[in-house]
């Protein structure tokens, strides 16, 4: 479960990126996180495995409270969440397994790092997750010869193999044609499905959301404005979450701002 007690998070630069945060995540649900650009959406998945620190509040990961985690903590706690990315983040000039076994580096002793040497086990569990996301037949291609969509699935089976409880997925079709991230959309569906995995995902694409999650979490200038079912989301709430930029734009077009 992951729990969020009047989390707030403000940057350096004193940019207030979340405020009031109070949200509870239990396992298995899988989660669509909507909002304008500039909301707060990636601050609020990234706090989560820790890649950002809160600034304000609790924020509890099955039972463990995140920012009181250090050094080698923070590493374990994060091989349990697993973290996708529009830019896929993979090793393009090797196979698609290497990429996939990567995910086990952090448990090697150094000298089989170093070499590159993996267990058969993990080798196994590599193309179990390749198999999982449809793309086994393609372990031994490089990945700069894949699709932009099997990448995406790449990067999943490599999240998969870490055996996560979690997985949090910032703008995972963002770079995709419609076609394709509907069909990364199915793989997380079925991983979630099928291993009653966490899902949370960042997505500009408010349909897609609402076809996938169960849950619609709306943020607005680093606000919850809506938490719900997705079936229960009115074109209201649409406008609600939404309506700040259009006002903002509306705005700064009156006053000759075009910079926006
Ligand atoms: N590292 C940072 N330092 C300072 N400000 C930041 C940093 N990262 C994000 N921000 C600011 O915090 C606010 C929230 O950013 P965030 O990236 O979480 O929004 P978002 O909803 O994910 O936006 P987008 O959909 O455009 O990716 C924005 O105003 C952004 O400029």
Redesign the pocket.
């Known amino acids: 479960m992951i729990e969020f007690i009047d989390v707030g998070k403000t940057?350096?630069?004193n940019?207030k990126?979340l405020e009031d945060i109070n949200l509870r995540i239990e396992k298995g649900e899988f989660v669509a996180v909507i909002?304008p650009?500039?909301?707060?959406?990636?601050?609020?998945l990234r706090c989560i495995n820790r890649m950002h620190d809160i600034s304000e509040g609790k924020l509890i990961v099955d039972g463990v409270e995140v920012n009181s985690l250090k050094g080698k903590e923070i590493r374990k706690f994060r091989q349990r969440i697993g973290m996708i990315f529009q830019s896929y983040n993979l090793v393009t000039r090797i196979s698609v397994i290497k990429n996939v076994l990567v995910s086990f580096a952090p448990k090697l002793p150094y000298w089989r790092k170093v070499l590159g040497l993996y267990t058969k086990e993990h080798k196994v569990k590599a193309l179990t997750a390749l198999d999982q996301v449809g793309i086994l037949d393609k372990a031994y291609v490089r990945v700069d010869q894949l699709s932009g969509g099997q990448q995406q699935r790449v990067a999943l089976a490599r999240t998969l193999a870490q055996n996560p409880d979690i997985i949090l997925a910032d703008?995972p079709i963002a770079s995709l044609d419609p076609v394709t991230a509907k069909q990364v959309m199915d793989d997380f569906t079925k991983i979630n499905r099928e291993t009653n995995i966490s899902v949370i995902i960042?997505i500009?694409h408010v349909e897609i959301a609402l076809e996938y999650a169960d849950r619609i979490i709306g943020?607005r200038k680093?606000k919850i404005v809506y938490d719900g079912k997705a079936e229960d989301l009115t074109e209201e709430n649409l406008n609600y979450i939404y309506k700040g930029q259009t006002e903002e734009l509306q705005s700064n077009e009156m006053e000759g701002k075009t910079d926006v």
């Open positions: 940057y350096s630069n940019m990126a909002g650009s500039g909301a707060g959406k990636s601050t609020l703008e960042n500009h943020i680093g």
